[in-house]
């Protein structure tokens, strides 16, 4: 099947900075991203719509300046932690839907762990 | 709006007994379900659609409009089938996927 591809897998950094995670499809092109935070022992909970070329869309309750999300190419979204802290720590997922394929499946990165110090 | 409930956090089942986890939905739409399983250190990945109707690894699921629920069953459990599972709904026009809070099976040898 087809693949995406996160990274860093694993990312620790001081209060204050700020983090890039990147998110590739590797074998297909996705309009779409979805961004994704899981707490632990927690489900997944949908942040962001990544659209290619244009605005993000955010679900309610997500600060969008302190998430920025980039979608500049058809196979590559990155979601930006700004002056990232310790509450922002947590598992960050993406997907992306590959339209060509015969069912439109969702396919997931392998998530990348964002610990704040 | 829409919601997923797995009502089970954890679940044993001994090798070779049947498996049924869970997983009841309010939407007031046409919904897709799904069943997606993540194996130890691997990443989610799609296990069956209801609308595909296949059969996975042994296990199936199916919709029940009237009980609002998308049970995911195996008739023999099998070792390898310890993972977790999260129920997911789709709902119709949209493409945002809302998950239940997922169910850990682990098969007792």
């Known amino acids: 099947g087809a693949v995406v591809s996160q990274h860093p897998s694993w990312v620790i950094c001081k209060s204050g900075t700020s983090v890039k995670i990147e998110c590739r499809s590797l074998d297909f092109q996705a309009t779409t991203m979805f961004w994704y935070r899981q707490f632990p022992k927690q489900s997944l909970m949908l942040m962001a719509t990544?659209?290619?070329?244009?605005?993000?869309?955010?679900e309610q309750g997500v600060e969008k300046d302190k998430f920025l999300i980039n979608h500049a190419s058809l196979t590559l979204s990155t979601l930006t932690v700004t002056s990232a802290h310790p509450e922002d720590s947590s598992f960050y997922i993406c997907s992306a839907r590959d339209l060509t394929g015969r069912t439109g499946e969702l396919f997931f990165g392998e998530g990348s762990r964002l610990t704040v110090l | 709006a829409q919601r997923v409930t797995q009502p089970e956090k954890l679940l044993s089942v001994f090798k070779g007994a049947p498996v049924e986890l869970k997983c009841n939905y309010s939407?007031?739409?046409?919904?897709?379900l799904f069943w997606y399983v993540q194996y130890s250190r691997q990443r989610l990945q799609l296990l069956l659609r209801h609308i595909s109707r296949e059969s996975i690894k042994g296990f199936t699921a199916d919709l029940n409009k009237g009980e609002t629920s998308f049970h995911l069953k195996k008739p023999f459990a099998q070792e390898e089938d310890s993972a977790m599972y999260y129920c997911a709904l789709l709902r119709f026009g949209n493409e945002k996927l809302t998950f239940g809070t997922g169910t850990r099976l682990t098969i007792i040898p």
């Open positions: 939407y007031s739409g046409s919904p897709e």
């Open positions: 990544s659209n290619e070329g244009s605005k993000a869309t955010y």
